[in-house]
């Protein structure tokens, strides 16, 4: 019996199905099945009710399940104060993050397996946390926004402003906005929220600006590359677009105004059993990430 193979026996019950876990786990159905049943064979004892249109967990199968899952954070635990002694952690971390924080996010976690080189890091794009952590087998995610599930622990990452920024390019083409008011004269790139929202109402704190969309994206890289490709002036948080910023490809407009800041947060299961890779990255982002914010 193998401690992989009853933690694939957690993910099927969370998962309700071998598809499902075989799909977060980057594994073949059969694969996940037959293990299943080998350990079925071992416990002398059938976990699930199999049918074609449901998975569930017979009498036997809900009692171990039960138990296992404080048997098999002990052994995390355990493995974790092993790490902790020879001061060389090994493993992989799996994260969620959303696809507009890969500028952001890819030079601090290169800076983190830098640091540890034995450490495997699995990257997943995300857009609903509450369902990827559990079906892409997540071991944290990066969302921005409210957090509506009570049974995940959030930490705060930061609270993420958004400025108007334009390429030089455009600006001696166009002509530098001196107010609010004249940015209705100008092209602007505008993004597309996951919802269909077109984000074409720029929220600061002391307005709301009505601006001319030329060009739209629910992509926010995409949007970036617009902007610095000197389509229109665009409205966007700095830290995902810091090498731009820096190399001067973009240049922020009426810094006067500041908008509405949206809380980041690192999500993950609540449970304390949390590998010591993960826990290291955890407390790695929450210091780089802030940091690198700052440089905006």
Not at 2 to 14: A, G, H, Q, S, Y
Not at 62 to 85: P, R
Not at 209 to 217: G, H
Request: hydrophobic share 40%.
């Amino acid at each position: 019996m193998r401690i992989e193979d009853l933690n694939l026996f957690t993910i099927v019950v969370k998962l309700g199905s071998f598809t499902a876990a075989a799909n977060a786990l980057d594994l073949p159905r059969a694969n996940v099945s037959r293990r299943i049943g080998e350990l079925e064979k071992s416990l002398n004892a059938q976990l699930f009710f199999r049918t074609t249109r449901q998975l569930r967990l017979t009498q036997h199968g809900e009692a171990y399940y039960h138990e296992l899952l404080t048997v098999l954070e002990g052994f995390e635990q355990a493995k974790n104060k092993l790490l902790d002694i020879d001061e060389k952690p090994v493993g992989k971390i799996k994260v969620g993050f959303l696809p507009e924080s890969d500028e952001a996010l890819q030079p601090a976690l290169a800076k983190f397996q830098q640091m540890y080189p034995e450490i495997e890091l699995d990257l997943r794009i995300t857009n609903n946390y509450a369902t990827d952590i559990y079906t892409q087998a997540l071991d944290f995610v990066i969302h921005a926004g409210k957090v509506q599930d009570s049974g995940f622990i959030a930490r705060r990452l930061l609270s993420l402003g958004r400025s108007i920024y334009a390429s030089p390019e455009y600006l001696n083409k166009h002509g530098v906005p001196k107010t609010l008011q004249q940015l209705a004269q100008h092209e602007a790139i505008c993004y597309r929220w996951p919802d269909g929202t077109l984000d074409d109402k720029w929220d600061l704190i002391t307005d709301i600006v009505n601006v001319n969309c030329r060009f739209s994206c629910n992509h926010m890289g995409f949007v970036r590359r617009a902007i610095v490709g000197g389509q229109g002036i665009g409205f966007m948080p700095p830290l995902f677009a810091l090498a731009a910023i820096e190399s001067q490809s973009l240049v922020r407009i009426l810094p006067e105004y500041e908008s509405k800041k949206e809380d980041v947060w690192l999500i993950y299961p609540d449970r304390k059993g949390i590998s010591l890779p993960t826990r290291l990255l955890i407390d790695f982002l929450l210091q780089e990430i802030p940091e690198r914010a700052g440089l905006s």
